[in-house]
C-alpha cells in the first residue's frame, strides 16, 4: 500500500516561506523609507562643533559628549556613527531627510532656520562665551577695542553671530573673520602663528586647549546672554527617536549622571591657568625626568599604574626634587613620612629609587583599601590620592561627612566639597580622625588630575616635551583605571 502524505505537510513549508517574503518586504520598506530599521541597528550623529574634538586630550574617558553619546547608544541599544555639518542649515537637512537622527549642537539655532519638524532636548551644558588675546597684544582694554581689528572665531556656527544676536552692547558690528575647519585648536594655532589680537571662543571647549597654547589668554567673559548652551536636536517625524530620546533625557538618574560626566573632564580646570607652573613643568619634564623614568617605569609596571600618573605624582610632590622637605616632615621625590617609610621598609627616604618605588606601592595599597566601598574607578583614584596627602581614615572622614551632609558620599564631585569642613572644629568633631587640612586634600587631587591630563595631552599632540616622556609610552596596564 502506497503512504499519502496529509495535506498539511506541503501547506506548512509554504506557508513558512510566504511569511519569510512577507517580512522581507516590509523590512526593504522600512529601510528605503528611513524609518524603524535604520534607527534599530544603528544611530547617525551630527556634530556641528567637532564634538569629538577634545576627547583625544583627555586620559579620563573618549570625552564629555562622546560619552554621553555612548550612554545613550548603549541604553537604546544602538551603533554609533558620526557625520559633519558646517552649517545649521546642512545639519536640518540631514535630520530631515533620514540621513541623521541626532544632532549636537552649541548655541540656539539661527532665526532663519525653522525649528518645525525638530524637537530639542534640555540644555546640558552651559558655556559662558569668553574674547581671548595673544600675550605680544594688548589685552581688551576697552569695548571699543573689538571695533578696531578683526574679531577671528573657530568654525562653530553659533558663535559667528551668537555674542551679537545676544543684544551684548558693542557699539559697532565687528569684523567677523572665521578661522578655517579644525575647530578651537586651529583658531589657537592662528592665533599664536600670527600673534592675532582677538578671537572669540567657549569656555567649555577653550579650558581644555588653554594648558597647550599659553600664548593666549583669556582677557573677557561676555554676559551670560551670550553663552553656549549645548544641546541635542532631533526629527519630530520618527516617533520611536522621539521616544528613545525624550526617555534617555528624562531619566531620573540623568542629572547624577550629567553632573559625573562634568566633573571627570572638566572639574579639575582651575578659574585661569597658572602659566608659570605650566612653563616649570616644561623645563622639569626637559632638565629632571630622564634620570628617574627607569624607576618610574618599574614602579609602574610592578603596581599597575600609568607611569603618566605617576609622574604627575612626583611633580606635585617634590617637583622631581628629590632633597625636598616639607615643614610636616615629608621628604623626598614622593614625600613620604617616617612612619610611612618604616611601613614600607624605607630606610633613606632622600633616596630616589626607594622614595619613587615605595610611593607607588604605597598609593597603590590606599587604592585597594577602597575595594568594596561603592567608587567607580576614578573617583577610587581621587580617593587613593587624597588618602596619601591626608591619610587614609580623614579620607574615611570625608566620606562619612559627605553622607550625613545629605551628598554622595561615592562620588568625588560631593567629597571634594565636603572635604575642607574637615578643618573646621564644628564639622572635624564628628568625625573619628578630627582635623584634616581639607584644602590641602582637595588642591592636591586637583593638581594631580590636571598635571596628568597635561602630560597626556604633550603626548597626544606631539608637543616638544612628548620626547621626554617617550621612554613611558605604550605602558599604560590592561584595564586601566581599574
Not at 602659566?275 to 613643568?281: D, N, T, V
Not at 614600607?344 to 633616596?351: A, F, P, T
Not at 582635623?435 to 597626544?460: C, P, T
Amino acid at each position: 500500500m502506497q503512504n499519502k502524505k496529509h495535506p498539511l505537510s506541503y501547506e506548512i513549508p509554504l506557508i513558512a516561506v510566504l511569511v519569510l517574503v512577507q517580512i522581507g518586504l516590509v523590512l526593504w520598506y522600512l529601510h528605503r523609507t528611513g524609518q524603524v530599521f535604520q534607527f534599530q541597528t544603528g544611530v547617525t550623529i551630527i556634530s556641528l562643533d567637532q564634538s569629538r574634538e577634545p576627547g583625544r586630550l583627555s586620559p579620563y574617558g573618549p570625552g564629555f559628549e562622546r560619552e554621553l553619546v555612548d550612554s545613550f547608544a548603549r541604553e537604546s541599544d544602538l551603533a554609533v556613527r558620526w557625520n559633519e555639518a558646517d552649517t545649521w542649515q546642512e545639519a536640518r537637512e540631514k535630520l530631515l531627510n533620514g540621513s541623521g537622527d541626532l544632532l549636537i549642537a552649541p548655541g540656539v539655532p539661527p532665526i532663519s532656520w525653522p525649528i518645525d519638524g525638530l524637537a530639542a532636548g534640555p540644555v546640558y551644558l552651559d558655556s559662558p562665551s569668553l574674547l581671548v588675546h595673544h600675550t605680544q597684544r594688548f589685552g581688551l582694554r576697552s569695548i571699543y577695542d573689538l571695533c578696531q581689528v578683526p574679531l577671528n572665531v573657530p568654525a562653530i556656527p553659533a558663535l559667528n553671530s551668537l555674542v551679537f544676536d545676544a543684544e551684548v552692547e558693542i557699539p559697532c558690528r565687528p569684523e567677523v573673520v572665521t578661522r578655517g575647519g579644525g575647530g578651537v585648536q586651529s583658531l589657537l594655532e592662528f592665533m599664536e602663528a600670527e600673534e592675532a589680537r582677538f578671537a572669540l571662543v567657549d569656555k567649555h571647549r577653550f579650558q581644555a586647549w588653554a594648558p597647550f597654547y599659553p600664548e593666549v589668554r583669556q582677557t573677557y567673559t561676555f554676559p551670560d546672554q551670550a553663552s553656549l548652551g549645548y544641546r541635542w536636536y532631533w526629527a519630530t517625524d520618527r516617533p520611536e527617536v522621539s521616544q528613545a530620546l525624550n526617555a534617555f533625557w528624562e531619566r531620573p538618574e540623568q542629572a547624577t549622571v550629567l553632573a559625573q560626566l562634568r566633573e571627570r573632564y572638566a572639574g579639575f580646570f582651575p578659574a585661569q591657568p597658572d602659566y608659570y607652573e605650566l612653563r616649570h613643568l616644561s623645563k622639569v619634564l626637559r632638565n629632571r625626568l630622564q634620570r628617574y623614568l627607569p624607576t618610574i617605569r618599574q614602579a609602574a609596571e610592578e603596581n599597575g599604574l600609568d607611569p603618566l600618573w605617576l609622574v604627575a605624582m612626583i611633580y606635585q610632590e617634590s617637583h622631581f626634587d628629590p632633597q625636598a622637605t616639607s615643614h610636616t616632615g615629608v621628604r623626598g621625590l614622593m614625600q613620604i613620612t617616617r612612619n610611612t617609610a618604616r611601613e614600607l621598609g624605607i630606610d633613606n627616604r632622600l633616596d630616589p629609587e626607594q622614595s619613587i618605588l615605595g610611593g607607588a606601592r604605597y598609593v597603590k595599597y590606599l587604592w585597594e583599601r577602597f575595594e568594596g566601598q561603592g567608587l567607580e574607578a576614578w573617583d577610587r583614584w581621587f580617593m587613593a590620592l587624597a588618602a596619601y596627602n591626608q591619610g587614609y581614615n580623614h579620607a574615611r572622614d570625608a566620606m562619612r561627612l559627605t553622607e550625613q551632609l545629605g551628598k554622595d558620599p561615592h562620588f568625588w564631585g560631593d567629597i571634594k566639597s565636603v572635604f575642607p569642613l574637615l578643618s573646621y572644629s564644628r564639622y572635624h568633631s564628628r568625625v573619628e580622625a578630627g582635623y584634616a587640612r581639607g584644602f590641602e586634600a582637595v588642591d592636591y587631587v586637583q593638581s594631580i588630575r590636571l598635571y596628568y591630563y597635561i602630560l597626556h595631552g604633550f603626548v597626544s599632540l606631539s608637543r616638544p616635551e612628548s620626547e621626554y616622556l617617550a621612554p613611558l609610552l605604550g605602558l599604560v596596564p590592561r584595564g586601566w583605571p581599574g
